[in-house]
């Protein structure tokens, strides 16, 4: 029964995956302080709410060894698979990949060698496919994950008569978002493009690499490198205005589907303006604003990092940022935080949604959370050390689930769960199923999406349904008085 609502839970995400909202249950452009509060550190595949942000629930989806790492590969490489079905992380030398959708551990993916653990590439349609360059002879890969086939599409090295190592580079972005766009360098001497459909090659003109390959924005008919962008034809179209070229940023699209530049700015560009921690740039003709200005915002936070590869959400423009900050104390603003900003062509809302606790001190760049909002945008992964008595002991990811999440259910694994949603979504009557093995107190409480209180009732195991009619069709969260940790999720049709 279980496997069954599963495949359900599947489905629903899966049809209604494309156009949502994320600002659901959160206030535009808020400037107030919201101060970290003092959290425990979920269990295994639990969830609790950020109480500075009613509505966000943090998941914890691995097991750390102590001095350990389980993590998200970077910022700006998706974890998700097209249907967000399978998600990969990264641990001590191995991916791992997992179920996307209740977060169990599938199998160590031992069979893959990319040239660098940042370089694999889901396709963005095709669940089943991910594509990486073999670390060991330069072939471009495009490997199925369900049956484990690798295909060779391309000889990238006989191709470009590369005599060098072939990589991404030392800002590795994602392919082009038809999944038809690869590039590289061939050691620091040359850069190319390989579009599959075409099997074709084109080189870049330029002097100075950097150690850095010109990688495809989302079109496939743009490349940026170094604060410069390329054509099609590898040759310089225009340059961004950037004070300082920053790795932390990320190739995304605005709302209108222009391709576009993401990155921190901790000065103005030379041709003034664009300073903030989050900048957009317009890479089709070169416009460029502060999604958080700094007059309102203050200055860029220490340890920001950009995800913009919310790629099926069909409103587009949906970014994530997670920010490390100076103080890393939770209470000044955007510090130890995550948010979303909704990005159009000249105009921004921004949304901030939990906090990561985490910072780079003991555990350095693994401790750093780079964050990576998913394809539908509903949910963020991230990696923390969890600030209190968890701090620095090791590194687990988390995935904070936005109200928009269209899961439904926290899809609760552990025994110690004293409750558990039957059906989802649901009509007129929540039905829960309620262990009689716990200590869980009867009293369950349900909250909006705004954090209001809209229904008390009593139940016991010979009870378990609770009357909802009268609520309004949307997203309601329910929590066993007794229970502080578990906060499920339903959606009222």
Known sequence: MKSIFTLFLVFLFTI?????????????????????????????????????????????????NTDGFVAPMYSTIQAWNADETRLILYSNGNHQLLNGVDYSFIRTM??????????????????DILFYIDNNNGNLIEYNVSTQAINVLADLVDLSDCQESITGGNDVQMMSWDSDVISFRCGNTSAFYYRISTQTLVEFDINSLDFNAPMPFPSGNLFYHRGNVYNS?????????????????????????????????????????CQGTLVAHNATNANCFSVTPTGDYGYPQSGTHISSLAHSNTEGGWIAVSCVGYDQNGVDLLDQELFIAKVNENDADVYRVAHHRSDRDQLGYWGEPHVIISPSGTRLLFGSDWSGSEDGISVDSYVAELPANTLGNSIQ??????FDILQNPVNDVLKLQINAADETNGEFAIYDVNGRLVKNEFLDTNQNTIDVSQLQSGLFFIRNSNDKTTTLKFIKI
């Open 233 to 273: 034809s590898g040759i310089l179209e225009r340059s961004l205005n950037l004070d300082v070229v920053n790795e932390h940023s990320c190739l995304g699209r605005l709302s209108n589907g222009d391709d576009a530049y993401f990155a921190i700015a901790f000065e103005e560009g030379p041709d003034s303006n």
């Open 110 to 127: 031992d069979d893959i060698n990319p040239e660098d653990l940042e370089a694999v590439f889901w396709h963005f349609s095709n669940p």
């Open 16 to 64: 209604s995956i494309n156009a949502q909202d994320l600002s659901t249950g959160y206030i535009a452009n808020d400037l107030d302080q919201h101060p970290m509060q003092s959290m425990d550190k979920p269990a295994y595949l639990a969830a609790a709410e950020d109480q500075s942000f009613p509505g966000t629930l943090i998941r914890r989806i691995s097991e750390a």
């Open 413 to 418: 694994v552990e025994a110690s769960v004293g």
